[in-house]
């Protein structure tokens, strides 16, 4: 069989397709499920197939449409990250203990896209816990890059944005705390967006057996996947707004509009490295490509500023809050041997993975500390969007790396340039729109000479999501955005 003319078509072009009658929201579900059942042998993106109760929904989304109904996301296909809740679907977060937990309802996200009448094909792979940038576990297996099958497509959300990059639908909604959105986005040369932390209510987005009630997860967030940035709003718009159990009532948050809506009234700092952690040549290559065709289309670039807050202190202390944040949910004898691993920490050790050990380990009272410390990060960064509009900066130091699949993800190394490191120091690019809790669009920026994609983040001002995604379209529009892999371009 080959690819029809709509399975690589955003959704905003699909949704215009739908209403034009130019096709039905069954032709778009049956034309995914048949890629999933060609191609998905190869890459293993999608871990629950809910096919049937999708053409049931495709059908009654036809209905609707014949009747004149109009809602954003009206008999589009998409998936969903194996960690949302889906009723009658298993959640495990890849988790063997989990195998059988069935969710008895929709977590509030799955609800409210399903209201705006999309058609949720099944649920896409995921690592154990959420806790790689691989998207492996005993339940499942192994999600592959469809760009290289023997190489990550990333993780968390790496389903999700293997199953974009393959044309298993246009949308998908994943999550975020150590890049779980913009890693997966990167390898697989595909859109994504992290919210302003807390912008989109996260219940049912929990590991089973814990109740689906409404909670805040620090520095965590759920948001948007696509393979077009006009998409992510679409998607955002649908998502975002406060838990009504806590509001008291269901309302959606009126966000700012974007700050400019063409090239020339952008100002925009864009970083491609920073000795913490180096970038490789491929993707200083991208950026720098990027940055001298914005200054062509008119955009204000600047190449470094005072302003920007320093990254190997941010970064500390995002390894700090992280894993204090992570450590709760350890095992007793596994927090207890880190506990005594920091404490034998030598007190000059202020590398990132000594940073990480100490953040387990971290007191309420430091943890304080350390919150008073992101306080501060935050009002820098309103001091420099005084200026910027947006800062343009890698999502991770080089291209999609093979399968490591070792179980000490510290004693793990990737390359840079020929030079290795640690592999959970990654963490640091991401973190660097994480710990302040900023919006963040990550888009492709291109591909490295191997062929295997690359991207960047556009980091925006708190609350105005808007902005980054606004001069994501920009560039999207003017310079391209996802190319299809070639094996799965059929």
Known sequence: MAKSEWSFKSAVELSAALTARKVSAVELAQDAIDRIERHDDKIN???????????????????????????????????????????????????????????????????????????????????????????????????????????????????????????????????????????????????????????????????????????????????????????????????????????????RLDLPAARHAAFRDFRVLVIDTDPLLPTDTAVRGTINTLADNLAKAGVKIERSSPLLPDFTASSRLYMRMLLSFLAASFAPDVYAGAKAAAAALPEGDNSLAAERLRGISLSHRDWVVANAGRTRLRAQWRELFKTFDAVICPVMPTPAYPHDHSDDQEQRRIKIDGEEYVYPDQLAWPGIATLPGLPSTAIPSGFAPDGLPVGVQIVGPWLEDRTPLKLAELIEREFGGFVPPKMFDD
């Open 45 to 251: 993106a999608i871990c629950v197939r809910d096919f049937d109760r999708a053409l049931s929904a495709a059908r009654d989304a036809d209905a609707a449409l014949a009747r004149g109904e109009r809602r954003p996301l009206l008999g589009l296909p998409m998936t969903v990250k194996e960690s949302y809740n889906i009723a009658g679907l298993p959640t495990t977060w890849g988790n063997p203990a989990q195998r059988d937990f069935i969710a008895k309802d929709d977590s509030l996200p799955v609800a409210r896209v399903k209201d705006a009448g999309t058609v949720v094909l099944g649920k896409t792979n995921v690592p154990l816990a959420l806790a790689d940038w691989q998207s492996y576990n005993d339940i499942y297996g192994t999600t592959n890059n469809p760009y290289d099958l023997g190489r990550t497509p990333g993780g968390s959300s790496g389903g999700s944005s293997a199953a974009l990059a393959a044309g298993y639908g246009p949308l998908s909604i994943g999550s975020d705390i150590g890049g779980s959105l913009r890693v997966p986005a990167f390898h697989c040369g595909v859109y994504a967006h992290k919210p302003t932390f807390n912008l989109v209510a996260m219940r049912g987005h929990v590991a089973p057996p814990a109740p689906p009630l409404p909670f805040e997860r620090d520095l965590s967030v759920i948001g948007p996947m696509a393979r077009s940035a006009a998409d992510l709003a679409l998607l955002l718009d649908v998502m975002a707004g406060p838990d009504p159990i806590e509001a008291g009532v269901a309302y």
